[in-house]
């Protein structure tokens, strides 16, 4: 019997499947659940599982020397959660990855999903579009950065992530825009006194 909801979650992350194709993905994945504030990974992870987020957030953070928690990203629904330090170049992975809210997922061990994936050309070129998009979505977080001023990049993210700013503290939203929570505060401010 097909898990319709399983389906559901794959096709968000792949193009054109047919379904003989996602079943063989499927018959593998396992729903699983994390609690708010509960750690999936753990800097120096070498865990090589791949969660497909069904519904949750999740922080990704890095703990300086000094103890201080820098927030690399936030990681909404109908996103992957991976230690991809790991999967890529075997090296532990310097972040957290911790759940922000109540979480659920599908998820599937990277060895077995390799091993399907390589055997299916339908499925390789899937994993091959999903690098691309990850790689996309790199170069265009590093294109804020230098093309985009720190109000340029606030306005930025609240239209890619709307909902976020009501989910999340402002020092994680400010640590991802690369600037301080003063900072953050002044820029809305700004914004407010525009309309």
């Known amino acids: 019997m ?4 399983k389906l559901r979650t ?3 992350f792949s193009k054109e499947l047919s379904l003989q194709d996602a079943q063989d993905l ?3 994945a396992k ?5 708010k504030k ?3 990974f753990e800097e120096g992870s070498k865990d090589t599982q791949i969660y497909f987020l069904r519904e949750g957030l999740v922080r990704m953070y890095h703990i300086k020397e000094n103890g201080e928690e820098i927030t690399f990203s936030l990681i909404p629904e109908n996103n992957v959660v991976a230690n991809f330090d790991f999967i890529a170049t075997e090296k532990p992975s310097p972040f ?3 759940t922000l809210e109540n979480c659920s997922f599908f998820r599937i061990d990277y ?3 390799d091993n399907i994936v390589s055997k299916n050309a339908n499925l390789e070129a899937n994993r091959k579009y999903f690098l691309r998009k990850m790689i996309f979505k790199v170069k265009e977080r590093l294109e804020t950065f230098v093309l985009l001023n720190p109000e340029e990049r606030y306005l930025k993210f609240i239209k890619d992530f709307p909902d976020l700013t009501n989910r999340v503290p402002d020092k994680y939203i400010a640590n ?5 929570p003063v900072s953050l505060s002044r820029i809305r401010k700004r914004i407010s006194s525009k309309k």
């Open 111 to 113: 060895q077995v999903l």
């Open 26 to 28: 499927l018959k593998t």
């Open 2 to 5: 097909i898990d319709i909801e």
């Open 176 to 180: 991802v825009l690369g600037i301080t």
């Open 96 to 98: 957290y990855y911790e």
């Open 38 to 40: 509960e750690i999936i």
């Open 31 to 35: 729903s699983t659940s994390f609690k």
């Open 10 to 12: 794959l096709y968000k």
